[in-house]
């Protein structure tokens, strides 16, 4: 994450990093899960489209609570020290 926040500070101003941050954030996480669910689907050789529902579930909990919790957690922890 720390990377990514260097990242995001290069290309926005401070009063709009956090919510990018946050944003982009949320987005790669969500997009890994999906494609790390996709790439099991087919290594094993279970049809995506009996499976697609329980990816997104899943791509979309982990966005929400790795990416949005998480990098809210990482920010708060930047601001503190």
Excluded at 36 to 53: D, E, K, Q, S
């Amino acid at each position: 994450m720390r990377t990514l926040w260097e990242i995001v500070n290069k290309h926005f101003d401070s009063e709009s990093a956090a919510a990018a941050f946050l944003t982009i954030n949320i987005i790669c996480w969500t997009a890994g899960t999906l494609a790390a669910g996709l790439l099991f689907c087919l290594i094993t050789g279970t049809p995506a489209a009996l499976c697609i529902t329980k990816l997104m579930c899943a791509a979309i909990y982990a966005g929400i609570i790795v990416g949005l919790f998480g990098g809210i957690l990482f920010l708060y922890r930047r601001r503190t020290q």
